[in-house]
């Protein structure tokens, strides 16, 4: 893993001749509250998920973030996506604060930043086949053709080594694994720059894990990819990351590449993650 690190030659470059490193996302003193209720007849509180949170994502890196559940996780990957604003703090992508975009400016940045969640298409099982389901976010931005779209879908499914014949079948008729491809080629279709993954492999068994994480890690490659890693589990992250925070009740208590982590954790909260991998 290390050596491949090494050999990436966009893992953590540096912007032509301005001296410092090309980010494609960076967030500052990022803040989310939600307004809670204990009760029924409780009065509503604000509770804090994240307590301002700074970090960037080098241009063509993975970056890591790794809690357990509830540390604020899942949050972070909906402020990154646009999905929901932050109560204070920025959010810049490629230098351009998105709570000030137009709405022509978020459908842009919704096609080149792209989600894939743990149980993709649950809700969706009966409704589309997996070819419906892979060029729908082709047909929302009005990309070509049906017949161009047809082709590529065809070369999709060959970027993500699913055969071409998956495309008149249903979501759940596949494998946790296949499904998870699909949603991998569905996020591809439309050419992003950064892909957001929440806890993308958690769902499946060890060697269906270790298979995706290959086939990110050579997209990554073939298309210059940036990925926000989004994981409970440690041993995953070691795997497939550049750099790693980890993120407690809200809050980032420790932040290095993989090897740091692993070797010489830090914090406490750190060592207790570590502890519980297998
Ligand atoms: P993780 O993904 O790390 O498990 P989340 O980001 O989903 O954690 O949640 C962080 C905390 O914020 C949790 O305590 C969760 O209950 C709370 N939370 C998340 N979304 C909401 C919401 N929409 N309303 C209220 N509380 C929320
Ligand atoms: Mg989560």
């Not at 996506?81 to 459908?107: H, Q, R, V, W, Y």
């Not at 079948?169 to 279709?189: N, T």
């Not at 050419?191 to 050579?218: G, M, Y």
Request: proline share 5%; charged share 20%.
């Amino acid at each position: 893993r290390g050596e491949t690190r090494n050999a990436t030659p966009y893992a953590t470059h540096q912007a032509a001749g301005t001296g410092h490193v090309d980010n494609i996302i960076e967030l500052s003193a990022v803040r989310k509250e939600f307004v809670v209720r204990s009760g029924f007849l409780s009065r509503p509180q604000r509770f804090v998920a994240l307590a301002g949170s700074t970090f960037s994502i080098p241009r063509g890196s993975t970056v890591a973030i790794v809690g357990e559940s509830g540390s604020g996780k899942s949050t972070t990957t909906r402020l990154v996506l646009g999905l929901d604003a932050p109560t204070s703090g920025s959010i810049t992508f490629e230098g351009a604060e998105t709570s000030a975009f137009t709405k022509k400016e978020l459908f842009d940045f919704r096609r080149r930043v792209q989600p894939v969640f743990q149980n993709p298409f649950a809700s969706l099982d009966a409704l589309f086949t997996v070819g419906a389901t892979i060029v729908e976010p082709l047909v929302v931005h009005g990309w070509g053709t049906k017949e161009s779209r047809a082709v590529r879908l065809l070369e999709l499914l060959d970027a993500v080594a699913l055969p071409a014949d998956i495309a008149a079948r249903y979501p759940h008729e596949l494998s946790g694994g296949q499904r998870q491809r699909v949603a991998i080629a569905r996020a591809l279709a439309l050419q992003p720059e950064l892909i957001v993954l929440d806890e993308a492999v958690s769902a499946l068994d060890v060697l269906v894990q270790a298979q995706i994480l290959d086939l990110l890690t050579r997209l990554q490659h073939e298309f210059g990819l940036s990925y926000l890693f989004i994981s409970h589990d440690l041993a995953v992250v070691r795997q497939i990351s550049d750099f790693v925070h980890v993120m407690q009740n809200g809050v980032i208590v420790e932040s290095g590449t993989p090897d740091e982590i692993f070797d010489s954790p830090r914090e406490q909260y750190t060592r207790e993650l570590l502890a519980a991998i297998p």
